[in-house]
DNA sequence: CTGAAAGCGCTTACAG
DNA sequence: CTGAAAGCGCTTACAG
């Protein structure tokens, strides 16, 4: 191992002040007039010892660390964790590096996490927003420090938001489930006030409208998976007449296929299921399931640019960012021709 | 945003050094004979305007990032993002961060992320050993800051290591079928060097001969999804006398779901199924299928205190730590007793 | 028991 | 066109 060589080094070694180097390294040899040969005689220096300035000291000296925080409730989970590995190869090509933390549905450990990142003075903000984090997030984008926000739509705060479609994701759902000759569609949602859950509801509801469909519409109560289980068997066994239903999660979708093996139904020929948000199993399952997908690759690739262009850009624009990106509908065998 | 307060304020305020005021903030103050009085007085006071040490000034002057540098082929595979949570969780509880990238199968894209982890100047690396890296991972290891390994066991590298017993995952998993009254037992593995699946491999074949059985082992070759099945597919065909089967990695766990559909068979009536690698798909099929699984948390946990503990050891102690994990068998329906 | 000072490796206004 | 110097906020040997 060598000595790492610093700035100094290449100064001394030509001759001339660290100054010099410091802006010729940094490409600014035109801006700030050094002379052609002298700047060559640099680079071929710098390229000869393997210069490479400290990023510890630019940091230390700039402020600037090139890091990105990234917070959601479970890294684990296949939908983060996909998102995590989009983001990080985004990032890494521009020079940035995520770090990244479960807040695992503890308000508390959230904000101490969001404490985390800015002692590191992260350099910009990433974050599925966690339930009961509003204020905190909101006095964030106040601050100077760029926050995309993605996953949760939350009306109150302004910042930049990279989202799905929700609303047309259902609705699509809906007319597809009615095109193969479904009518009489369930929907199977959970209790709650987050917008994107709405918007999916709100989907669904209008389609069941203009198809002149009847609604028939389940709220579930956030529990554990035994329990969910249990109020969706308890649904379709009083709705008789369901010949289709669409779960608003994954979870549900779990739930819900745990609930129709139990009760020994077949899909799709005694119902058909169709899942909001796609993953592995779905496509593995016997018989595979229908699921509106979200664009993994399209929602990490929205929020690095984003991130990116508000960290380029030093006067801090007013104008807010919305992405609303369109979701995919996976048809498989879970939801075909009924007849 | 108040400005935010330095060293030197508290020890203007005080009247005192700065490095008074650096002593007792760093927990020094009886090693540096500092009076009760006075320590009292600079902790009030810092406690009172919310002073904390810069994290890039001390990084910057220590050398010490208090950051971890973590690789492994793809983030948003569920083994490694479970391991990437738990990892977060535990560093974090001791001041440490995570930063992480994805390799995938890519030998050049590998040796940059390695390098960038090195500028970053993280304290310590946590590496699933990807392909064609040992070279780099090796003078990683010979270099000052600690390595711990994971996943992947590789002889010649001399490191700290956290593994599974791979051997007696399978071991048991046949000696499981055979109580079950499972008799003709295959293994169907990937043709390789890998350590882990030649003792996966050697594990079975141990198992069969004590057990008094006959070896069906196949051994595919590495490519698409499609050509797996396809050769499950023309394996099971030519052993018709097979009554359970073992995959060796959860890809071909997969590509044996598939072989086994197309060819019309049932599990378990036609057909046991084991599977090495445990993952939800597994649970919630239909029969929910036996696994060998790996404890995730106590891996993540090993890896953390090893690493913690080069990290707190000033002297870097010539010996090398293995931790071998025993697996967990996770016994389903897939391989009920068959009479 | 406490303080003055060097220095980590950079960037950048300022001077010439 | 180039250099001398301040300073970012700390830690730590050294001095008294």
Do not use: W
């Amino acid at each position: 191992m060598e000595k790492k060589v610093s700035i100094k080094d290449i100064a001394k070694l030509l001759g001339i002040s660290i100054s010099t180097v410091s802006f010729v390294v940094n490409g600014k040899a035109k801006e700030k007039r050094i002379s052609e040969p002298l700047t060559k005689k640099v680079l071929e220096l710098v390229e000869e010892l393997g210069y490479k300035p400290d990023a510890l000291a630019k940091s230390f000296r700039t402020g600037k660390t090139n890091i990105i925080g990234f917070l959601v409730d479970d890294i684990s989970e296949p939908f983060f964790s996909g998102i995590a590995r989009f983001i990080d190869e985004k990032a890494s090509q521009n020079g940035y590096k995520i770090i990244y933390s479960s807040t695992r549905n503890n308000k508390t450990k959230a904000q101490e996490l969001l404490q985390i990142f800015q002692d590191r003075h992260v350099d910009g903000y990433i974050i599925a927003l966690p339930n009961g984090l509003e204020d905190e997030v909101k006095s964030l984008t106040m601050s100077r420090k760029p926050v995309v926000l993605f996953d949760r739509y939350f009306p109150d705060i302004k910042a930049d938001y990279v989202i799905i479609n929700n609303h047309e994701g259902t609705f699509n759902a809906v007319k597809h489930l009615k095109d193969k000759g479904y009518r009489n569609i369930g929907f199977i949602t959970i209790d709650t006030i987050e917008q994107q859950m709405l918007d999916r509801l709100s989907g669904y509801e209008d389609a069941i409208k203009s198809e002149g469909l009847k609604s028939h519409v389940k709220k579930l109560t956030y529990g554990p998976s035994s329990e969910l289980i249990q109020d969706v068997s308890a649904f379709l066994k009083e709705e008789k007449g369901l010949d289709a239903i669409i779960c608003a999660t994954n979870y549900i979708t779990m739930a819900g296929l745990r609930a129709i093996q139990q009760l020994g139904l077949k899909i799709p020929d005694d119902i058909a299921l169709l899942s909001f948000d796609d993953f592995e199993l779905l496509e593995f399952s016997a018989p595979p399931i229908t699921a509106v997908a979200q664009p993994l690759e399209e929602i990490a690739e929205n929020i690095m640019n984003l991130l990116l262009k508000r960290l380029n850009s030093s006067k801090s624009d007013e104008e807010q960012f919305e992405v609303v990106l369109p979701t995919v509908l996976n048809v498989r065998s879970s939801t075909v021709v009924k007849l």
